[in-house]
């Protein structure tokens, strides 16, 4: 389960709606927009021999979003109000609930695969288009209508990829590294085209004694653009780089890890828009062999 807190967005704005729902030119104002996340992903892994793994993953999101708008002090009363109605038909306080698009994968583990005591995993896949996609936000809000722009699932059939690496260097650490990819390839028959999601880590892990292990890590987060109808999404494209601390435990069959990941430079790859810088997320894993 991963929780992500103060994921913060907005963008300047200059139109307002009347209650006719004609939209108006009105003094430059902001829209504010904030969003918490919690995913909780179900893993299944089958071995099917020493070698080869297949994969199911299944993720539920809960995106909380709430907004409001931060109008000069010049602007008239009228004026605020369409501020008001032109920002609730674009961004909502509200909570998108629903399934993601599950990820099939099949691939290899290696064990002391380039020297003794590491191992290597790869492995490949697709995504299942099954969560909840939404119509082009920008022809509805071009037309002063209500729209979403956060989506469950993309829409279509994408390529995964994921490979892991990690090697003992002392008794009691070893190194890792490991990254994953998704990139879409076509539009969906609402005419989106998901971004490219790539995520590369590396970091090391100390084991502690009493069945206590540490990790201490670098993430990297690239999102790159989405697109409509061939046209870019202007609130998409990111760059992300976290620190990553956490622990891991057993406790009987069960094995527990808990990490936080917390963002110290992020660059949105757009002059314009609102796409969210991220807060620190917190990740609860638990695992147990059938």
């Known amino acids: 389960m991963a929780h992500g807190i103060d994921y913060d967005g907005g963008h300047d704005e200059d139109h307002g709606l009347t209650e006719d729902g004609t939209l108006i030119d009105v003094p430059t104002h902001q829209h504010e927009v904030s969003m918490d996340l919690t995913e909780v992903q179900l893993t299944v892994q089958h071995a099917f021999s020493d070698r080869w793994i297949g994969i199911v993953r299944i993720p539920f999101s809960n995106r909380t979003q709430d907004t409001g708008i ?23 306080d509200e909570t998108f609930r629903g399934i993601g698009d599950p990820k099939l994968l099949f691939g290899l583990q290696q ?26 936000p920008w022809i509805a809000g071009a037309h002063g209508e209500e729209h979403t722009h956060p989506q469950l699932g993309n829409g279509t059939v994408d390529p995964l990829a994921q490979l892991r690496y990690g090697a003992p260097v002392h008794s009691r650490v070893s190194l890792i590294g490991g990254a994953q990819a998704r990139l879409p390839v076509y539009e969906n028959p609402k005419t989106y085209r998901g971004p490219l999601d790539l995520r590369v880590d590396a970091g090391a892990i100390t084991d502690l004694g009493r069945s206590i292990t540490s990790v201490v890590g670098y993430d990297l987060l690239v999102q790159g653009y989405s697109y409509w109808n061939s046209t870019r999404d202007q609130n998409s494209g990111i760059v992300s780089h976290s620190v990553r601390v956490g622990f891991g435990t057993s406790v009987g069959p069960i094995g527990l890890q808990l990490s936080g990941f917390f963002p110290f430079y992020q660059d949105l790859l757009q002059d314009e828009g609102d796409g969210f810088e991220q807060g620190p997320t917190f990740l609860l894993s638990l695992a147990r062999s059938l």
């Open 70 to 92: 931060v109008a000069p002090e010049t602007a008239s009363q009228e004026e605020i109000d369409a501020m008001v109605r032109n920002g609730e038909i674009h961004h909502r």
């Open 111 to 136: 064990s002391s695969w380039l020297r003794e005591g590491d191992y290597f995993t790869g492995f490949v896949g697709l995504s299942i288009p099954f969560g909840e996609t939404e119509e082009d």
